[in-house]
């Protein structure tokens, strides 16, 4: 299966380092974030993990849940999770999903159905794939997907850029330009006649017949 945006994101049930959890009833009525990762004690990873749990805050903020995933099992997550407080000076207080069967790496399209039933013996690059970030609105659908190679390490803030594009343009009939950042100049959309525009933004600049910007709306 090939996951795309607004597609419905695959239900499941795992274990976790918070104990069980049905994937969308955890999500419950807000946002969600599922970043995974392809093996515990590994460099980059740990980096990102301690990274995240930095800025939970900030998704907190936005409605906004976030939950790892690796595809090692929950005890091994909690060892692991000492070496991110080391490295990174940060506790992990989000869940892990252990996903040591690759059910849920199967389930996202990260792995292929015949990568086998077990974590074990697996290194890394076999699991290169696994490195995606799902976020996930509301209404349970797939709002973005990104997926990073094992060497580069992920930009969160970016992610926390696009949730607040995301969450902008679910609300108002707008857009966000290249590099767009929270309180910046918005793109009316098409379907905004202009004289629904000037009710709805007051003022707006005509940059290119299908171009028009407007400050960004707060209501």
Request: glycine share 8%; hydrophobic share 40%; with cysteine.
């Amino acid at each position: 299966m090939s996951l795309r945006i607004n597609d419905t994101a695959p239900d499941f049930t795992a274990e976790t380092t918070q104990g069980p959890v049905n994937f969308h009833e955890w999500i419950g009525d807000g946002w969600a974030v599922l970043f995974s990762h392809p093996k515990n004690f590994t460099p980059v990873c740990t980096t990102e993990l301690g990274a995240m749990a930095g800025i939970e805050g900030e998704f907190r903020k936005r409605g906004v849940k976030i939950i790892g995933i690796s595809v090692d099992p929950v005890d091994s997550h909690a060892k692991w999770k000492n070496d991110i407080k080391v490295a990174t000076g940060f506790d992990v207080e989000y869940p892990l999903i252990g996903d040591r069967d690759l059910k849920v790496a199967k389930l996202y399209d990260m792995l292929p159905a015949g990568a086998g039933d077990t974590s074990e013996g697996r290194t890394p690059a076999d699991n290169a794939t696994v490195r995606s970030v799902y976020v996930i609105g509301p209404d349970k659908k797939i709002k973005l997907i990104l997926t990073y190679p094992m060497t580069t390490g992920r930009n969160f803030n970016e992610i926390l850029r696009a949730i607040d594009s995301i969450q902008l343009t679910a609300k108002h009939q707008v857009a966000t330009p290249a590099n767009w950042k929270q309180g910046e100049d918005v793109i009316i959309t098409a379907a905004v006649s202009n004289e629904d525009a000037i009710q709805r933004f007051g003022s707006f600049d005509t940059v290119l017949p299908y171009l028009r910007k407007t400050k960004q709306p707060t209501a």
